[in-house]
């Protein structure tokens, strides 16, 4: 990436960054644990756990950010994250029932 962004880079980005290398350091932080607990849910569950715990989350971020933050959020997003939250719930309460044995 660096071949084809470097022609049309602008300094003036990388002052940003330096101004702000906490922030940014932060966010890298973030990132590589992320993906490390990414990894941790995988090896102790499975991947579907972890995509419908990304669903989730990604779900509430944005009911977060239209209440708390004022995020503009139109109907059709709204509906559609209420649809992915009902989802992740309903898979939760589900997947927790135990199957009923019957007795003959």
């Not at 990436?1 to 966010?27: C, G, V």
């Amino acid at each position: 990436a660096i071949i084809i962004e470097f022609p049309s880079f602008d300094w003036y980005t990388l002052d940003i960054i330096l101004q702000n290398k906490e922030a940014f350091l932060f966010s890298a932080i973030m990132a590589i644990s992320t993906n490390a607990i990414n990894a941790v849910v995988i090896q102790h569950t499975n991947a579907l756990t972890l995509k419908l715990v990304a669903t989730a989350r990604n779900g509430l971020l944005v009911l977060f950010n239209a209440w708390v933050i004022h995020e503009v959020v139109t109907p059709l997003q709204f509906f559609a994250y209420m649809v992915s939250l009902t989802g992740f719930l309903c898979y939760n309460v589900l997947s927790r029932r135990k199957p009923q044995t019957s007795q003959s």
